[in-house]
């Protein structure tokens, strides 16, 4: 399967900055998918970062909120903007893998974000 | 409403002694499911994946779980639980046969404690 890598792995920051986080996969994927994972919460799809074009979000986030750029089929980024405690979260990565019957969904490590 | 239920939070077992989680879900058709499992700092990874066949799957780490159609229910087993199977464990349906746009949608996890 292929491997997914995000950076930064852990970051703390203040009230109203704002933080870009990155994905890389080490081979070209059909979907990219962006989760948040509140503390002691199951995963909730943000958005589908789609290539060349703009992402695909769900019912509850914004664009303004969280921008995400997907310029080739390796690479994303997703933006947490103006932060605020209510973001301090676990942001996953996720794919599908292309070239078979089922396309299989693989995570991530993921972002631990802490807003103070 | 379509839903993923994992009615229980958190059990604990000994070491050595059998497991049953259970999902439940909610959809219209039978939707393709899934068990993840989520180390402490870790990201998700796939134990098992049901999508039609045999009603009894298995899975990594001595893994298995069993849909059952008239109970909606998609059950995780493992015989004997080894202390390094204490995780936060995830079910996950993608209704992809309900027109539901090849999305997963995860249950809001269990967590397990390996008493030894």
């Known amino acids: 399967s292929a491997v997914i890598s995000q950076k930064p792995s852990r970051d703390i920051c203040q009230r109203g900055t704002s933080l870009t986080i990155q994905c890389q996969v080490d081979?070209?994927?059909?979907?990219m998918f962006w989760y948040r994972q509140q503390p002691g919460q199951s995963l909730t799809l943000i958005a589908t970062?789609?290539?060349?074009?703009?992402?695909?979000?769900e019912s509850g986030f914004v664009i303004d909120k969280f921008p995400i750029s997907r310029p080739n089929l390796t690479f994303s980024t997703l933006t947490v903007s103006n932060m605020s405690p209510e973001d301090s979260s676990i942001y996953l990565c996720?794919?599908?893998?292309?070239?078979?019957?089922?396309?299989?969904?693989?995570f991530g490590p993921g972002t631990r974000l802490t807003v103070l | 409403a379509q839903s993923v239920t994992q009615p229980d939070i958190h059990i604990t077992v000994s070491e050595g002694a059998s497991l049953e989680l259970r999902c439940n879900y909610s959809?219209?058709?039978?939707?393709?499911l899934f068990w993840y499992v989520q180390s402490p700092g870790q990201g998700l990874q796939l134990l098992l994946k049901y999508f039609s066949g045999d009603t009894l799957v298995q899975g990594i780490k001595g893994f298995e779980a069993e849909f059952k159609r008239s109970q909606s229910s998609f059950n995780l087993r493992k015989p004997s639980v080894h202390w390094s199977d204490a995780a936060e464990y995830f079910c996950?349906?993608?209704?992809?046969?309900?027109?539901?746009?090849?999305?997963?949608?995860f249950g809001t996890g269990t967590q397990l404690k390996v008493e030894l």
């Open positions: 996950a349906v993608d209704p992809i046969l309900t027109g539901g746009g090849n999305k997963l949608t």
């Open positions: 996720s794919i599908r893998t292309s070239g078979s019957s089922y396309n299989e969904q693989f």
């Open positions: 959809y219209g058709a039978t939707p393709y």
């Open positions: 970062a789609n290539q060349g074009s703009e992402a695909t979000y």
């Open positions: 081979s070209q994927v059909t979907m």
